[in-house]
């Protein structure tokens, strides 16, 4: 679904040049969920926006589908956003003048899709997600958990090719960060979702099938849940802990 062949990318202060990401090379396979994570500065963030291309590559190829996305242009990338690529955002992105259901059907109004599909779509996606009696409210009165699930919600509206989502649970306390990621092991198991999720939770991370581990811009180590959850979160730690400990990201 998503492959990443020798994604370089740095960042110029004056003379100097700073290396972030260093020839990275990964696959998220269709219907999978994968975590990206590493200490502070290790590239996190940064592979998610050129991924996206929210910022532009030094080298490298970013394949979605087999189409090398990096190669298009501003108007084509504004409909691969909008078509195939579901975005899920720490701070929500909700627009606080439109309801939750005018939200979720937010990117089916931008592709002109006829009113009375995406209204039946987004009835089903509130009743599937647990958020159909909040469907009336507006983003100042619900909660962290219930925004961040109306935004995956949303994420799904278009059936993306795959749905990236930056830290989705920073805001979050524990239970609200639950209900989160277990919306994103729904979308997988219900609507064969593909999840590539930049985290430094390694709560959040150990319901994923796969974590992919950065250190100073480089991949330092995949590791697969081959057991439980928490024998999975056990192993996160302990690599987290040769890492350097701290997977908290400002990068």
């Known amino acids: 679904m998503l492959k990443v062949n020798h994604l370089s990318k740095?960042?110029?202060?004056?003379?100097?040049?700073?290396?972030?990401?260093?020839?990275?090379?990964?696959?998220?396979n269709r219907g999978e969920f994968v975590a990206v994570m590493g200490p502070s500065g290790s590239g996190k963030t940064t592979l998610l926006n050129c991924v996206s291309c929210f910022v532009p590559r030094d080298q490298g190829e970013i394949l979605l589908?087999?189409?090398?996305?990096?190669?298009?242009?501003?108007?084509?990338?504004?409909?691969?956003?909008?078509?195939?690529?579901?975005?899920?955002?720490?701070?929500?992105?909700?627009?606080?003048?439109?309801?939750?259901?005018?939200?979720?059907?937010?990117?089916?109004?931008i592709a002109g899709k006829p009113i009375a599909q995406m209204e039946a779509k987004a009835?089903?996606?509130?009743?599937?997600?647990?958020?159909?009696?909040?469907?009336?409210?507006y983003p100042a009165e619900?909660?962290?958990?219930?925004?961040?699930?109306?935004?995956?919600?949303?994420?799904?509206m278009n059936q993306p090719f795959i749905i990236m989502a930056d830290e989705p649970t920073g805001n979050l306390d524990s239970k609200s960060c639950r209900a989160v990621i277990e919306a994103f092991v729904q979308a997988k198991k219900e609507?064969?979702?593909?999840?590539?999720?930049?985290?430094?939770?390694?709560?959040?991370?150990?319901?994923?099938?796969?974590?992919?581990?950065?250190?100073?811009?480089?991949?330092?180590?995949?590791?697969?849940?081959?057991?439980?959850?928490?024998?999975?979160?056990?192993?996160?730690l302990y690599t987290i802990g040769r890492l350097g400990g701290d997977c908290d990201d400002d990068e």
């Open 10 to 28: 740095s960042y110029k202060t004056g003379s100097r040049t700073y290396p972030v990401l260093k020839d990275i090379s990964l696959e998220v």
């Open 65 to 109: 589908a087999g189409q090398d996305i990096s190669k298009a242009n501003e108007k084509e990338m504004s409909k691969i956003r909008n078509q195939r690529i579901g975005f899920v955002f720490q701070d929500f992105m909700l627009l606080d003048g439109l309801s939750v259901f005018e939200n979720i059907c937010l990117p089916q109004i």
């Open 123 to 137: 009835g089903n996606i509130c009743a599937s997600f647990g958020i159909d009696s909040i469907k009336n409210k």
């Open 142 to 156: 619900i909660s962290g958990g219930e925004k961040q699930r109306t935004a995956v919600a949303r994420a799904l």
């Open 191 to 236: 609507m064969g979702a593909t999840v590539l999720m930049v985290t430094h939770d390694s709560f959040a991370a150990s319901f994923c099938d796969r974590v992919i581990m950065l250190k100073d811009g480089m991949v330092y180590n995949e590791l697969r849940r081959d057991g439980s959850r928490r024998e999975f979160m056990d192993r996160l």
